[in-house]
């Protein structure tokens, strides 16, 4: 008896599921569409080809360095330049120098890095003077900080190189890398964007090694595993963001790491050997390669803030750029393989893009 009854009210829910299945699932449909375009991570997608790309020409923009100018270094294939990032679940705004300029009247943007930073720098300027050809622009360069203003509109797009961000002090004893002070943030003081990035220095050994001996908490080493330094000096760099920025006045974000193509067995090519002759990108959201330590570090740190920084995830997403880097066709030629920079137009016009997205919303 008991048991019937039991399948009566199974078969009952059964037939109300069934008349209202349609509805139901489409409801749910709606909402998990409008829950993950409000959540859109805009790092998740994949490349995809469009024939409207590149967003700008590289011999049209007239202050792009030579050594990220890879066309004009003699790079034919031209493929490298036709994919736009396509996120899973939203589509990014379209790109305007115009919005963006009156948006950002009287606003200063400084990007704060190594010449990883240089290349997105490089790359925003070429777009906004690409989307605004007329507009005048001035260009200034001290020791350390270089500014490009569009005067009509009192918007400046600065770089301050700080392969580090922590400070390399001279002493006698030999150049030290201290990892707990942090001058160059009197610089940083000020502005409306706070864009930073550091990592690929902090790897070098040998002749491209910039200090003799590291320092941390009064004690002085001769050298101390990369990934520890690293995050020692990026705490510094975090400190002095949760003590001296008022993010009422200023958005902080952090390019994430950019990845090297310097062993072509990471994507299951071993005859390549490096980001030579790669002409497309890997079609796909994951990278075989796997995750990078350092992102990892970065994100440790970043999750221990008080602050909000918002993270530019670039790192799989530019991980699946075999064919975006510079290779031979930077300043050294075919003597100096380039697999860590990006050619322009390229991809660091995508982290702009990412960039742009944030910065235009609210
Ligand atoms: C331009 O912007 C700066 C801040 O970025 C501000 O100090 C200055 O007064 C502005 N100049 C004009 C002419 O609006
Ligand atoms: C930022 O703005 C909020 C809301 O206007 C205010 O409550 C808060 O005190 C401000 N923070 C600082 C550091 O000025
Ligand atoms: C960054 O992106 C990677 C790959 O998509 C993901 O695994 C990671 O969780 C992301 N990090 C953050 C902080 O969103």
């Known amino acids: 008896m008991e048991a019937s009854f039991h399948m009566i009210w199974v078969l009952l829910i059964f037939i109300l599921q069934g008349v209202q299945g349609e509805d139901v699932d489409v409801h749910n449909d709606l909402e998990i569409m409008k829950h993950r375009k409000r959540g859109c991570d805009v790092f998740q997608g994949r490349w995809v080809y469009d024939s409207s790309y590149p967003l700008y020409n590289s011999f049209d ?11 004009k270094n003699g790079r034919r294939d031209l493929s490298y330049l036709k994919y736009r990032w396509q996120p899973s679940s939203c589509d990014l705004p ?60 009192n918007v400046s797009i600065m770089l301050h190189r700080s392969a580090f961000l922590v400070d390399i002090i001279t002493k006698k ?13 009197s610089l940083w003081k000020g502005m409306d964007v706070l864009v930073f990035n550091t990592w690929h220095w902090w790897t070098h050994r040998g ?50 790491v950019s990845p090297v193509h310097a062993d072509s067995r990471e994507w299951g090519d071993p005859r390549a050997k490096d980001c030579r002759a790669q002409t497309h990108p890997l079609l796909g959201s994951s990278y075989p390669g796997g995750t990078n330590p350092a992102e990892a570090v970065l994100e440790k740190v970043l999750r221990r803030m008080s602050k909000p920084v918002q993270l530019l995830n670039i790192t799989t997403l530019s991980a699946l750029r075999k064919d975006g880097h510079i290779g031979g066709f930077g300043y050294g030629g075919l003597k100096d393989i380039d697999c860590s920079h990006w050619c322009l137009p390229g991809v660091p016009d995508t982290w702009n893009l990412l960039l742009y997205a944030y910065l235009i919303q609210n």
């Open 61 to 71: 923009c007239p202050f792009l360095e030579q050594g990220f100018n890879c066309q």
């Open 207 to 256: 002749s491209l090694q910039v200090w003799d001996l590291v320092r941390d908490q009064k004690r002085t080493y001769k050298d101390m595993n990369r990934f520890v330094a690293f995050e020692k000096g990026l705490t510094t760099w975090a400190q002095w963001v949760d003590f001296d920025i008022d993010p009422n006045t200023t958005r902080v974000f952090f390019q994430g």
């Open 94 to 153: 379209r790109f305007s120098g115009r919005n963006f300029l009156k948006k950002f009247r009287g606003k200063r943007i400084m990007f704060v890095g190594d010449s990883l930073s240089l290349n997105q720098w490089q790359s925003f300027t070429c777009m906004l003077h690409a989307y605004l050809p007329k507009a005048k622009y001035t260009f200034s360069r001290t020791a350390a900080i270089s500014t490009f203003t569009f005067p009509a509109y």
């Open 173 to 185: 004893r030999g150049r030290i890398l201290d990892l707990n002070s942090i001058s160059g943030g």
